[in-house]
């Protein structure tokens, strides 16, 4: 599957990513070889195949609804680059 | 004494031949003499090293000691320590201070191990040369031109060179077993769910797995006995009781089944390699196993399905990285949109950002049936080419890599042939098997590895396998002479 310039760019954008627009047509070659290399599995039949999303045979762990943590928003906030009043900053997301 | 073994050096603490203060300043001085060359720690922690030596040399006098107490070990800078840099190789989580432990550095803090500091990896765990960390590459301490191999190329060259007894590890697709057969040293990954991955930073969920990296599979044991376990706090780890892996490690290897997959030893398999393979597979059938072909026939599909899962695994895991709580923030944002374009941009390398992509692709609207969907199904094929085989033999043996080391930068410019080296060690991440990778010979100066994988949650067996060939072999005890 060969990508375009366009494909890489939308790709880039969904995944909030920056690429310079001098990298993108490596981007792009690098992308379309190991979509490629992956092209390899249309191969298969696969109909009637489970899809296997983990090697495990359990469903989800649940537990009961009961507060067991207890709040360490300063310690945590500690490393972040921006807060103020136990909120984080962030640019102005509403106008 | 740095060609002692945990095992040993446990002994030579009860004996008080040294104390644990003076074992780990000797690896520390070991570290200064020889990692300037070799880059495999990001972060050296000495005096956490000495003030956890201290507690354990009085637990050690007290009679209150385990078998790693008062040991130093190395940690793959994927496991978050409580207030020491966590970076996981990137630049995105170069200032990040961990606030917690992960539940790995908890269990060795509890059995009173040492902590020497912080192994160099490839850079969010994505790589099988070490050559996409922030840091730097790791040097193969065999040969200094050859990669050790990734992501846990740090770990592995700081076993080889004998600058820790034993470090950890993390395997996505073959991220312990393959640095491990590149440089000599013994490397477990665990089934999937026996090792919490708590406070492991998280690539692929479905896929990854901690493990030792150690000279022999008796400290292999020895470690896992600590590391494994059920956690609360990992809903994908089991609650099964862990045995004493040392406990079988003598068992006789009489009537062993050996399965080697056909498919394993075909094009692409180094001579060198195949040639100590088959000689390992000998030792064996001197110790008592039989050996019988078997097929794998889904193993050509193994690096593809395993080239969609878990790039599109990483790009859900990876999009907490956003400037906004934790990790590198990108000076001076215009908007929202702009501080997540830039700080992921800039924070990341090049390696990480294409499985970002890749793995978005694969999981975007129109393109989830023909690609995740499909790789899933596929991943049930190779699981159930296991089952089948697990039906008539006990153990799957075969090379670890279908080459020894390669030199740097041969194979950093074409993602795709990066990816073939991992070509052995993949299907057991996506089965969610048990693996090992011992040294089986050198080749040209470089290690060469036997993988052999288990049943599921069969680490003993794989482990007295393991040790039987290092009772009649000494592959294991080899190393650069340099390090010696």
Known sequence: ?95 | MHNKTISELAQGLRDKAFSSVELTQYYLDRIQQFDGDLNSFITVTPELALAQAKAADEQLAAGNATALTGIPLAQKDIFCTDGVRTSCGSKMLDNFIAPYNATVIEKFNSAGSVMLGKTNMDEFAMGSSNETSFYGAVKNPWDLDAVPGGSSGGSAACVAARMAPASTGTDTGGSIRQPAALCGITGLKPTYGRISRYGMIAFASSLDQAGPMTRDARDAAIMLNTMAGFDARDSTCLDKPVPDYTADLDNRLQGLKIGLPKEYFGEGLDSGVATAIDAAIKEYQKLGATVKEISLPNTGLAVPTYYVIAPAECSSNLSRMDGVRFGYRCENPVDLEDLYKRSRGEGFGEEVKRRIMVGTYALSAGYYDAYYLKAQQIRQLISDDFKKAFEEVDVIMGPTTPEPAFNFGEKSEDPVSMYLSDIYTIAANLAGLPGISVPAGVVDGRPAGLQIIGNYFDEARLLNVAHQYQQVTDWHQQGPERYL
């Not at chain 1, 045979?57 to 709040?71: F, H, M």
């Not at chain 1, 310690?75 to 900053?89: M, R, S, V, W, Y």
């Open chain 1, 1 to 95: 599957m060969s990508l375009e310039k366009a494909d890489v760019e939308k790709i880039a954008h969904l995944a909030r990513l920056q690429i310079n627009e001098q990298d993108v047509p490596e981007y792009t070659r690098n992308l379309s070889s190991i979509l490629a290399l992956v092209e390899q599995m249309s191969a298969v039949d696969t109909n009637g195949i489970t899809p296997m999303a983990h090697p495990l045979d359990i469903a989800q762990r649940l537990r009961a609804d009961e507060v067991t943590e207890e709040n360490q928003r300063e310690k945590f906030q500690k490393i972040a680059p921006a807060t103020e009043n136990g909120l984080f900053l962030v640019p102005r997301v509403i106008e």
